[in-house]
């Protein structure tokens, strides 16, 4: 059975700091594409980070750069998401999304089902 179990989330003033984790069972998590989403109120969900399956490559949206930081433990079947300086508008609920890409253009994904993360003063 597939799942991906994202932790973390909370309450933060702004300014602080947050690390998110996301635990994947029941795929070879090593192969997958691991990324960050968030959706807050009345919004469409966005992406807000990507680490490849070796994670030698990470992108970001350009409204987190150089505040957070994406990781992974292969060992540990874990993607991160380091989260400093946060801001208000950060926040959302944060889904970690797992992908691959498949013969003929297609994908396979696997969601998690999202962790709430609420900056306020």
């Known amino acids: 059975q597939v799942q991906l179990v994202e932790s973390g989330g909370g309450l933060v003033q702004p300014g602080g700091s947050l690390r998110l984790s996301c635990a994947a069972s029941?795929?070879?998590?090593?192969?997958?594409?691991m990324s960050w989403y968030r959706q807050a109120p009345g919004k469409e969900r966005e992406l807000v980070a990507t680490?490849?399956?070796?994670?030698?490559?990470?992108n970001y949206a350009d409204s987190v750069k150089g505040r957070f930081t994406i990781s992974r433990d292969n060992a540990k079947n874990t993607v991160y998401l380091q989260m400093n300086n946060l801001k208000v508008e950060d926040t959302a609920v944060y889904y970690c999304?797992?992908?691959?890409?498949?013969?003929?253009?297609?994908?396979?994904?696997?969601w998690g089902q999202g962790t709430q993360v609420t900056v306020s003063s």
């Open positions: 680490a490849t399956s070796a994670g030698s490559n990470t």
């Open positions: 029941g795929f070879t998590f090593s192969i997958y594409d």
């Open positions: 999304k797992a992908t691959r890409a498949l013969p003929g253009f297609t994908q396979r994904t696997y």
